[in-house]
């Protein structure tokens, strides 16, 4: 599957890279946006987001393009060095006008019935300030610490519920009216007719909740990602991942591929997007680190290519993940290096012709493992 990835910097030291992949969805319905520094008065400033569509991409793709502007152009967040509840109060004006423009462009130019998530942060001098609409999701590692994550916005949360129930709705089966998974979401204009109800009564809500923190030398990096990356790892299995992975890989967009590829093997089936930024005090490459992934590898592939010239694919990952390995990425385990097993060098294992074609009913595979044998399968059929 093919993965789209790219990186930047600013002057004020951040790193970041973007990966994004489609998944086994039938259409790509994320988007993200990335603005590692601002320009003009706020030079000092950096913007990244990411957006999670559902029932079509014009929503996301609208606010990726748009609502950067729209927080800019909102008064009160002109406030450059004021209070940060000030900013916060134009964060969130931002997102009801952004919200009320597309419902009035939505009537007009019979736009798609699509929502979007939003999970952002705007990153000054001083703070970072996390933005959340729905359940897309950012987290902050600090001194090998996940010190703060934001919280899914889901409808049976209690708070959430009671706003469901008090515009007339219901929560059935988790969702909203039994049909949609979020309860706070840009668009969704469906769940948004009752013109009489504030924005933020309506049955989906588009208002984000904001929190902002003080920058500290500690803070190695962010991540910010749709739930298809965070239904398949936690938190802190992710934050420890990212971090090993610093100590051995230079190259962030890498990294970033890594993370889809893991949640692809973990059995994510959704459209993946993940935004790594990266400060100052991130892990730096160490050779410690390096001299024992070059020792995991060299066992790994030994463990590969040592018993069979035409070895089971299926049967070798069974007794790598069994083994006590030391050295495993944290939050990854042999599951992080299945590329080592597929790598296209390897074509005793990528060989279609050669691939195992029938699945073993004792080896215990996760969706995306078995969906990796059905691949494979597919291919074989064709040729």
Known sequence: MEKHVFEGSSQSGLNYAVASMQGWRAQMEDAHTCMPQLSGDLKNWGYFAVFDGHAGTTVAQYCSKHLLDRMIATVLFMGITADPEEVKDGVRESFLDIDRHMHELARKDN??????????????????????????????????????????????????????QNAGGSVTLQRV???????????????????????????????????????TPGDEFLILACDGVWDAIGNEELCAFVRNRLKVCDD??????????????????????????????????????????????????????????????LYVIKILATEEMPGLPPGGGITSKSVLTLNPNKKKFVNPKTAVTQMDPNVDLNPGLQMCQRAHEDVRKRM
């Not at 979007?116 to 970072?128: D, G, R």
């Not at 204009?189 to 902002?212: A, C, G, H, M, N």
């Not at 892990?283 to 040592?306: C, F, N, R, W, Y």
């Open 111 to 164: 736009w798609d019935r699509s929502g979007s998530t939003a999970a952002a942060v705007l990153i000054s001098s001083e703070y970072i300030y996390f933005i959340n609409c729905g359940d897309s999701r950012t987290l902050l590692c600090r001194d090998g610490q996940v010190i703060f994550y934001t919280e899914d916005h889901k409808p049976f949360n209690p708070r959430e519920k009671e706003r469901i």
């Open 177 to 215: 009216n039994g049909s949609l998974a979020v309860s706070r979401a840009l668009g969704d204009f469906d769940f948004k007719e009752v013109d009489w109800r504030p924005q933020t009564e309506q049955l989906v809500s588009p208002e984000p909740e904001i929190y902002e923190m003080e920058r």
């Open 252 to 313: 962030l967009r890498d990294i970033c591929a890594q993370v889809i590829d893991l949640c692809l093997y973990k059995g994510s089936l959704d459209n993946m997007s993940i935004i790594i930024v990266c400060f100052p005090g991130a892990p730096q490459l160490s050779q410690d680190a390096l001299q024992q992934e070059a020792e995991l590898e060299t066992h790994i592939d030994m463990k590969v290519e040592g018993d069979d010239e035409d070895p089971d694919l």
